[in-house]
């Protein structure tokens, strides 16, 4: 019944920018916890950003100061602005939502994952 749909993802070149998005549909709570994770060929699936209901936002350390995460409750809408991209975080990005209202950074804590979208950044 629950559904992610991302988009936005594409070949950049390092230091370039990319906002992925991701549609949430079905029958879901607006006060489900909902991240951003990523994963590497041969590398475990990482946690990137997580956001709750009223926009409380956490990072990996990795990502501070140059990610954005942010949601748009009122269109079911999941963002993620990605600004200096570095070759190393190519990856296939995840939408997900976790079914529960607390932060949680484990991805065996969500419940619902889009289809991924790949983010290619080359040097």
């Known amino acids: 019944q629950v559904q992610l749909l991302e988009s936005g993802g594409g070949l950049v070149q390092a230091g370039d920018s990319l906002r992925l998005s991701c549609a949430v549909s079905?029958?879901?709570?607006?006060?489900?916890?909902m991240g951003w994770f990523r994963q590497a060929p041969g590398k475990e699936r990482d946690f990137v950003a997580g956001i709750t209901w009223s926009s409380s936002r956490q990072y990996a350390e990795s990502v501070k100061g140059r990610f954005t995460i942010s949601r748009n409750n009122a269109e079911n809408t999941l963002y993620l602005q990605m600004n200096s991209l570095r070759p190393e975080e190519t990856a296939v990005y995840y939408c997900a939502a976790r079914s529960r209202t607390q932060m949680a950074t484990a991805s065996v804590a969500y419940d619902y994952w889009g289809q991924g979208t790949q983010v290619t950044v080359s040097s």
């Open positions: 079905g029958r879901t709570f607006s006060g489900w916890y």
